[in-house]
């Protein structure tokens, strides 16, 4: 079953755009021949009416779901999250991250699995989501929270 999801997963690290972030939706899904089982992914980027980006993500299996949040702006060639939500539900432990990112306190702020957290915030720091996006788009390498 994790295989299955895997390879949902491993699907989503194709390429989005190269030079310039457009709109975009992409729906997936995978069969294990072996279980009678399949799953089903959809990925989409928005661009709001005020100027920011929103990244989701949703995948789901009879036993297993997973939900990726970011929201983020651009200014020039660099990527500045803002919000990075993750929850993982079904087999094995649940799994919930909750990132703020700062940018006047430059501090991400948050939770991870119920705990707080709070990171310095630079400039080159992305979440998860947004760090696979800038990835795509001749930036320069990022750190990842």
Do not use: C
């Amino acid at each position: 079953m994790r295989s299955a999801l895997l390879l949902v997963l491993a699907l989503l690290a194709l390429p989005l755009q190269a030079l310039e972030l457009q709109p975009f939706s992409a729906s997936y899904t995978a069969d294990w021949k072996q279980v009678p089982m399949s799953g089903t992914a959809v990925r989409n980027l928005t661009a709001e009416d005020d100027g920011r980006w929103k990244l989701e993500f949703e995948a789901s299996m009879l036993v297993a779901g997973l939900n990726e949040r970011s929201t983020f702006t651009v200014e020039g060639d660099t990527f500045l999250p803002e919000r990075y939500r993750h929850e993982r539900s079904g087999l094995g432990k649940g799994k919930r991250i909750d990132q703020r990112f700062d940018w006047a306190a430059k501090q991400v702020v948050g939770t991870y699995r119920g705990d707080p957290i709070s990171l310095p915030l630079n400039r080159g720091l992305l979440d998860k989501s947004t760090y696979q996006v800038a990835l795509q788009h001749d930036s320069p390498p990022a750190r990842r929270a």
